[in-house]
């Protein structure tokens, strides 16, 4: 006998991570959005030592870390709140902004938590398909937007295509919308845009009072396995969110990563390494394009090949010991990976990806 519960949870279709490697053949794991490499060394020290105190409770307002994101970003503390991981936070964000009868508005396909944090909130969801360049088409999205309207969500860079929106075509939406209408800025993978046209959720919130942007540690920081994220918004939808989060969801070690990990000692670290997977994605692109791939350029440290066949293919990667992301018949997603094993999965896409 099942216990009485919302009947919309039975349509949910459950998160899928990226695969794994299991037994038998090495495997190479580029099916989720991760860091290739290890924690630095800096923030490997500061984990050891916070280990030492894990018999204590975690800083429950996580002051330190709040301040030192503050500081970085050159906002009140009042405006920065942390959680575990970004996309927490996003559930949190959904359930105090929307309801029954409310509407969150995003693209499609973008990242898969959207719908789930949707119908958990008890909301709607209205999906605007992408444009033709694979990214948000916000003309349409201010078109989908309705009196029910409580949150519009734009990932940027997008994922799994890794486009971009433009700050201009940004600022058109959000002179559309109504000013109680949050606009969430789920930017992920932010630190690894090099195009200066795209939207800075940063520069907007300024001026704009119904912003919030998501960051993560999970990404270029290195740290997915910690999950610690933060959300830079109004004070007073700070608030909602500071009331709203579960009591000490952010670990003592999670706390002492992200600290460590915004000195300036690791910063030159991790703007290496963040280079060096810039360059990587420019070099996989580029090989993709010269094998005939289609291959949506990106901005993100992933790629993204459209087809329709997309499952077939990745299963033919995994039987050579590549682990790829498939989207239904949407495409194939590729993280960029170490130099071997972007040479790796090169090498097999000569052979097995379909030529434009």
Known sequence: MTVKHRAAIDELVSYAP????????PQVKLSSNEMPYGPLPHVVRALAEASTTLNRYPDFHRLELTAALAR???????????D????????????????????????????????????VAGAASVRVPLDDRHTHDLTAMAAAVTGRTRMVIICNPNNPTGTVVSGTDLERLLDALPDDVLVVLDEAYHDFVTDSGSARGLD???????IAVLRTFSKAYGLAGLRVGYCVTRPE???????????????????????ASLTPEAGVELKERVTHVIAERTRVTDH?????????PSQANF????????????AAFEERGVILRAYGTDGLRMTIGTTEENDLFLRIAADILPRG
């Open 18 to 25: 990226g695969r794994a490697p299991s037994g038998g053949l």
């Open 72 to 82: 970085q970003h050159g906002v009140d503390p009042a405006q920065v709140v942390v």
């Open 84 to 119: 575990n991981g970004s996309g927490a936070l996003l559930q949190v964000l959904a359930s105090v902004i929307a309801g029954p009868g409310d509407e969150i508005l995003y693209a499609w396909r973008a990242f898969e938590s959207y719908p789930i944090v949707t119908t």
């Open 204 to 210: 907007l919130l300024r001026n704009r009072p119904n």
């Open 237 to 259: 939808t700070a608030g909602l969110i500071r009331k709203s989060i579960v009591g000490f969801s952010v670990s003592t070690l999670a706390q002492a990563g992200a600290l």
């Open 288 to 296: 993709l394009t010269a094998l005939g791939v289609p291959v949506v």
């Open 303 to 314: 790629v993204f090949m459209p087809m329709p066949d997309g499952p077939a293919r990745a």
